[in-house]
């Protein structure tokens, strides 16, 4: 099955997370003062810098999948790495460079267990050992007999990881949770009662990507 969205899917309705206004604002004042005071060529480079602000916190529209038992992309981004783990999940990780969206999304509907963060370092986000070193935000959604958990792990230039969600919320398949400042990983641990539908390399996109499919107790 293609990992590619459905021709339905498209960046429509595009429009800006809350968060970027903090930066936008004043960028844009900025650049305003200094073209009223004349300096047309400064106030141009921050007005362009304020439009690179909005490009990177764009939130497209997406159409989520609503078949039963599917894992979607948390993320938009390259398929780094599929790792085996201990507890017999496989760690699948995406890396957001600096042009992708960077809204995060949950990967299954459910209720958020837990929200837990976890100081550390700043390593690139491409990095191996991002996964257990930098910064990072772990969610653990649970729905029923399927349970994944995923983090949103801060780069070298990703200093601010935002989460919109509590232990206790339900949350939809591909609603929005949350987003990483410029630059960032995602790693997702897909259960064993989940059969993988990517591979390293694949571009996926948040919230409509299917990574996998839970298999069913009647096989």
């Known amino acids: 099955m293609s990992l590619q969205a459905s021709q339905g899917d498209r960046d429509s309705a595009m429009k800006i997370a809350a968060d970027a206004f903090v930066f936008l604002i004043p960028l844009l004042v900025i650049a305003g003062l200094l073209g009223i005071m004349g300096f047309m060529l400064l106030g141009s480079a921050f007005l362009g810098i304020a439009l690179l602000v909005g490009l990177f916190f764009r939130d497209p529209h997406r159409n989520v999948p609503v078949e039963k038992g599917l894992v979607l992309?948390?993320?938009?981004?390259?398929?780094?790495?599929?790792?085996?783990?201990?507890?017999?999940?496989?760690?699948?990780?995406?890396?957001?460079?600096?042009?992708?969206?960077?809204?995060?999304?949950?990967?299954?509907?459910?209720?958020?267990?837990?929200?837990?963060?976890?100081?550390?370092?700043?390593?690139?986000?491409?990095?191996?050992?991002?996964?257990?070193?930098?910064?990072?935000?772990?969610?653990?959604?649970?729905?029923?007999?399927?349970?994944?958990?995923?983090?949103?792990?801060?780069?070298?230039?990703?200093?601010?990881?935002v989460c919109w969600k509590k232990p206790g919320d339900e949350v939809e398949s591909g609603e929005r949770i949350g987003l990483i400042r410029f630059g960032?990983?995602?790693?997702?641990?897909?259960?064993?009662?989940?059969?993988?539908?990517?591979?390293?390399?694949?571009?996926?996109?948040?919230?409509?990507?299917?990574?996998?499919?839970?298999?069913?107790?009647?096989?």
């Open 73 to 161: 992309a948390p993320a938009d981004g390259k398929v780094l790495d599929l790792a085996k783990q201990s507890d017999g999940t496989t760690r699948v990780s995406i890396f957001l460079s600096l042009l992708d969206v960077h809204i995060n999304r949950s990967p299954i509907g459910g209720t958020v267990r837990e929200v837990r963060y976890q100081p550390g370092k700043f390593r690139m986000a491409f990095d191996r050992r991002a996964s257990v070193e930098n910064e990072r935000n772990m969610l653990t959604v649970a729905n029923g007999s399927l349970t994944v958990r995923f983090s949103q792990i801060a780069g070298i230039l990703a200093r601010r990881i």
């Open 184 to 219: 960032s990983r995602v790693d997702v641990f897909v259960p064993e009662n989940v059969t993988l539908e990517l591979s390293r390399g694949d571009r996926v996109r948040g919230g409509s990507t299917v990574i996998g499919r839970m298999v069913s107790s009647e096989e």
